[in-house]
């Protein structure tokens, strides 16, 4: 892992590792703590992967910590997940019961490492009740918040607030994201890991085994679909689409891709519906992909004309960023963080509708002098805004902020 | 940049970033917008007026500050927008006085029209403000024949430091170019004044870095 910032510079530039470097300066030694809920599968593991060893090369005590929990807990957080993301779930006493076990039973094996921290982050909702379970804490905690909390299902939302409201900062990917909280709330959109076995260039070789690896026409056009298997991302609505498009371009192929994080019970259903929806069509592949799959995906994203990500609701949507990175246009579901990165005729376009998805695919697909500037515009769009250097700057810079006695100027030489 | 001794100081070119954060303050209506434009902090308003420039985006903006927009794509009011798309904050003194153009705006349009327009619940105007953090960079200018050459190869952050930002930092609401030059004596007031005439409002930071640029070759040659 040595010299990452030296590879970072080759893609992001110099100046930005500069950036980087003086934000740090002050910080180094500082013990900084990442708590999540699992390691493998979801972008919030995918960041962490490379976040925390690139502030331990600028010089940050950093270390990534993972909550263990058992089926019953489990259940519980994907509740507050989809909850908290609107679904009406009802929290059982069972269910607040779980939480609270887990909550205790991990604070006893990660206390002494919390309370010493000199910054605790926090990711999504599984862990935020070890803030209260650390009294003797003597660092600054911050709660990340992946996931879109605008209209979450109320009784949900008060369950959780109690733990969060504590906070000394809190993270959301879009303002709209955020709830009233009684201390600030940063808007720092996540970003990728140019470098990482999902975002880095492939040989054609590997792209071509992919391809053949899963029955895929080179020769015809093919449309993918790549997230977990979650009534969010609406993969329903994307082979609806691909039908209507289907109509008029019989040769469409398409790809929904995705596997199961270890903290999603409710993905093998979701599954199992999809296929049931895609019956016998030779042409739609239905891929479960075991969650370290990264070479996997990046294949399928770099052999498809366009990607698609019809989310009904979203927190961030990397990835649409991985497409774009991949100079690949994106037709995505118009919410979220997706409205962030897709931008009308410059880097996709966004949709409402399975009927709209299909008219911008085909659209796409007439116009491929369109398409391919679509795409070289979108990989710029991410080099700019959306790689794993602007993201740690930014907590680099909330870190430093939070020390500033609230000051909306930090000046750093 | 003051100068010490009687020597012009070098110009070390400076770089920055902004974090964004959220207020807690959303409108959904002109009557939610005329309420909060007139309680948010005025570093709010100035987000979205300057703030935008350095936020993910494209050059092509149809107007040139977030309220115009919202106002247009949101509420549907293009009336509004244009009148809310054509206030430059360049032309008032501070940003009560421009707060104060705003709330205007709106209450008028609210008086012409009986029935208020909303906005849907996921597009709200979300009010936000940003902190900004400021970065070395080993580059400086030292003296303004070299101006030029340095502008031209500026970042847009930079620009937006030295050019925008500094309005904010520097006595007199000026610029740190047009700062710097005054410390070089009368002879570069021509090129101070024609700094002055650049109103960065109307334009995208690659436009007035090349605008900037060309304005001081011209005067400097």
Known sequence: ?413 | MNATDGQPEVFAIRDCAMVALATGRRAQNLKELRAELQAVDTSSIYFHFWGVLLQPGFEEREYNNDFAEWVRHQLHDPVLAERLGVIDPSDYGDLEQLRAELCDAVETRLDEREIIAWSLPDQQFEFRRSQIVVFRTPDSIAEPADLPGAIGHMSTSSLFYHFIDARRRVPDGTDDFRAWLCQWGEEHRPLIDALAGVDPYFTTLVDLRQRLAALCADQLS
């Open chain 1, 1 to 413: 892992m040595a010299n990452l910032m030296a590879e970072y510079a080759t893609i992001a530039g110099a100046d930005v590792v500069s950036h980087l470097r003086q934000l740090a300066e002050p910080l180094k030694g500082a013990k900084v703590v990442h708590v999540n809920s699992t390691r493998s599968g979801g972008g919030v593991a995918e960041i962490l992967h490379k976040l925390v060893p690139l502030m331990v090369e600028l010089g940050l005590d950093a270390r990534w910590e993972v909550l263990t929990g058992n089926d019953a807990f489990f259940r519980c957080t994907k509740h507050l997940h989809n909850g908290l993301q609107g679904y009406p779930v009802a929290l059982e006493d069972a269910d607040r019961q779980s939480f609270h076990a887990a909550s205790a039973e991990n604070a006893e094996r990660l206390r002494a490492l919390l309370e010493e921290a000199d910054v605790v982050f926090i990711h999504d909702p599984q862990p935020a009740a070890l803030l209260d379970l650390c009294p003797n804490r003597r660092g600054r905690w911050i709660w990340r918040c992946h996931i879109d909390l605008s209209h979450p299902h109320r009784p949900i939302w008060r369950f959780l607030r109690p733990f969060v409201a504590g906070y000394d900062a809190s993270v959301f990917s879009l303002a709209s994201f955020a709830q009233p909280l009684p201390h600030p709330q940063y808007l720092i959109p996540p970003s990728i890991d140019p470098l990482s076995d999902k975002n880095l260039e492939l040989p054609e070789a590997e792209i071509a085994a992919a391809r053949t690896r899963f029955g895929i026409d080179p020769e015809r056009p093919l449309i993918t679909q790549i997230s977990r298997f979650d009534r969010f991302k609406d993969p329903l609505g994307v082979i609806a689409a691909y039908r209507l498009v289907k109509r008029f371009l019989p040769n469409l192929q398409l790809v929904l891709a995705g596997g199961s994080a270890s903290d999603d019970p409710e993905g093998a259903a979701m599954l199992q519906e999809v296929r049931d929806t895609a019956g016998a069509d030779p042409d739609i592949h239905v891929l479960d992909l075991p969650p370290d799959s990264h070479r996997c995906i990046n294949a399928l994203q770099r052999t498809s004309r366009i990607v698609l990500q019809k989310s009904l609701r979203e927190g961030f949507g990397l990835t649409v960023t991985e497409a774009m990175w991949k100079q690949r246009p994106v037709i995505g579901g118009d919410t979220g963080g997706i409205r962030l990165q897709v931008v009308n005729y410059h880097t996709g376009f966004r949709v409402s509708t399975p009927e709209g998805a299909a008219l911008r695919i085909r659209y796409l697909l007439h116009h491929p002098e369109l398409l391919e500037a679509m795409g070289t515009k979108a990989q710029a769009y991410v080099r700019e805004n959306f790689l794993l250097t602007r993201q740690l700057r930014e907590y680099l810079t909330l870190m430093r902020a939070l020390d500033n006695h609230g000051s909306d100027r930090i000046e750093l030489g």
